[in-house]
């Protein structure tokens, strides 16, 4: 459970789905929205979040949306519950800001989503679920801290 859970933190790390196991139905929910799999479109999303948002976890990871982040360190993973398949974890997601645009590979109609912030740490909180190996469900809640910020713990 610890290696999947670490290997979505690699996937992101190196824009490679296929360095994570997960599952077909995998969601990711951010901060309370889900941001994958969504068979009904977020009317207040432009187009373009709305056609990467539809992807499930492999395939959007595979579009290089998530390629402003320059690491995820410390990741923090404290807590293994075999019984429920959950994995919780504080890590530190670091963007260096001098990203501007993110090209996207594989969406047809979407070459390019803007990057509007600077340099940035995130601190979240995120679970994961984990079934025969393989990652099902994300909860992730973030806030932003100054760039390359401690995490205080």
């Known amino acids: 459970m610890f290696q999947a ?3 979505y933190f690699d996937s992101i790390e190196h824009v490679d789905g296929s360095l994570a196991p997960f599952a077909d139905d995998c969601e990711r929910h951010e901060n309370g929205g889900q941001t994958t799999t969504n068979k009904v479109p977020d009317p207040r999303a432009d187009p373009a979040a709305q056609k990467i948002n539809a992807l499930n976890c492999r395939d959007q990871m595979n579009t290089h949306n998530l390629a402003y982040i320059t690491r995820i360190r410390p990741r ?3 807590i293994i519950d075999e019984e429920y398949g959950l994995v919780f974890g504080f890590p530190m997601f670091v963007h260096r800001g ?3 645009s ?3 590979a594989g969406v047809p109609g979407v070459d390019t989503i803007p990057m509007n912030f600077g340099p940035i ?6 679970i994961f679920k984990i079934r025969a190996g393989k990652i099902h469900e994300i909860e992730a809640n973030g806030f932003l801290l100054p760039y390359n910020a401690a995490s205080g713990w």
């Open 5 to 7: 859970t670490d290997s």
């Open 76 to 78: 923090r993973l404290l």
């Open 98 to 100: 001098n990203v501007r």
């Open 102 to 104: 993110i090209k996207i």
């Open 121 to 126: 740490n995130l601190q979240a909180g995120e």
